[in-house]
């Protein structure tokens, strides 16, 4: 089985984490782990790229990506379960389904930031938005 688990650093993310680590207690077989976060682009302001180099901005991204896996990493590696981690910058929704279609993976695990149903329906929801563009069944976990 082969599953994307996408983090952001919050505490549902890592319940998601922890949800993995049981599933894969589970199974026969360890499951192949994706362990994804998004990073939204920063805004194109015109003149920003003469004061901010794509260097600088692809290690902005990096690092931002890597404290938001840190957590998860390490619930990951306590458990002894392997994993490739991939920081993506883009919508988030949108990059989460399209890296589980890219990567072959047969479910997506995230974890909700508990908005109420009034708050998600006025604001939007990632976790609401990947139910519905994924083709794969999603786990969400508050």
């Known amino acids: 089985m082969s599953i994307l688990l996408a983090v ?4 549902s993310a890592l319940s998601a984490t922890r949800n993995v680590v049981a599933l894969a207690a589970r199974l026969r077989e360890a499951p192949k782990v994706e362990l994804v976060t998004v990073h939204l682009p920063v805004p194109q302001i015109g003149g920003l790229s003469s004061v901010v180099s794509r260097e600088a901005l692809d290690r902005y ?39 589980a279609e890219r990567l072959g993976c047969e479910a997506i695990f995230m974890g ?31």
């Open 8 to 11: 952001d650093g919050s505490e």
């Open 61 to 99: 991204y990096r690092e931002e990506g890597e404290a938001a896996l840190a957590e998860a990493r390490k619930i990951l590696d306590d458990a002894g379960i392997s994993y490739s981690a991939h920081v993506f910058v883009g919508k988030p929704a949108h990059t989460i389904v399209e890296q």
């Open 112 to 142: 909700t930031r508990g908005l109420s149903s009034v708050s998600s329906v006025l604001v939007g929801s990632c976790a609401i938005k990947v139910l519905h563009l994924a083709r794969v069944p999603v786990m969400l976990v508050h």
